[in-house]
C-alpha cells in the first residue's frame, strides 16, 4: 500500500506559477514510477508529466516547457514546478505512484489548481 498527499494548489493569475508536491508513505521502495495527472471539469483524467526512480520523464507534449517534474528519492516526494499558467490549466492535480512488478496504480485525494484570466 502507497499513500500519497499533494499540496501546494491554490489560485493564480494567468502567467504565474505554482509548485505542487506529493509526499508519498508506506511502500515506497517498490514505487516505480511517480506522476502528475489531471482532470478539468467536464474532462477525463490526462497525464502531465511522469517520472522513474532514475529520473527519466515523460511529459504531456503539449506542456513540456511550461512544466517540470522532480523526485527526491530521499524525501519519498515528487514535486512539480508549473510554469506560465493559462487558464486552461485550470484543473485538479493528482499524483500518482505505480509500484514495480504488479504495476498497481495509486492516487492522492487531488489538489484544486485555478488560473484566473
Known amino acids: 500500500q502507497v499513500q500519497l498527499v499533494e499540496s501546494g494548489g491554490g489560485l493564480v493569475q494567468a502567467g504565474g506559477s505554482l509548485r505542487l508536491s506529493c509526499a508519498a508513505s508506506g511502500s515506497i521502495r517498490s514505487i516505480a514510477f511517480m506522476g502528475w495527472y489531471r482532470q478539468a471539469p467536464g474532462k477525463q483524467r490526462e497525464l502531465v508529466a511522469q517520472i522513474t526512480s532514475s529520473g527519466i520523464t515523460n511529459y504531456s507534449n503539449s506542456l513540456k516547457g511550461r512544466f517540470a517534474i522532480s523526485r527526491d528519492n530521499a524525501k519519498n516526494t515528487v514535486d512539480l514546478q508549473m510554469n506560465s499558467l493559462k487558464p486552461e490549466d485550470t484543473a485538479v492535480y493528482y499524483c500518482?505512484?505505480?509500484?514495480?512488478?504488479?504495476?498497481?496504480?495509486?492516487w492522492g485525494k487531488g489538489t484544486l489548481v485555478t488560473v484566473s484570466s
Open positions: 500518482n505512484a505505480i509500484l514495480r512488478g504488479t504495476l498497481a496504480n495509486y
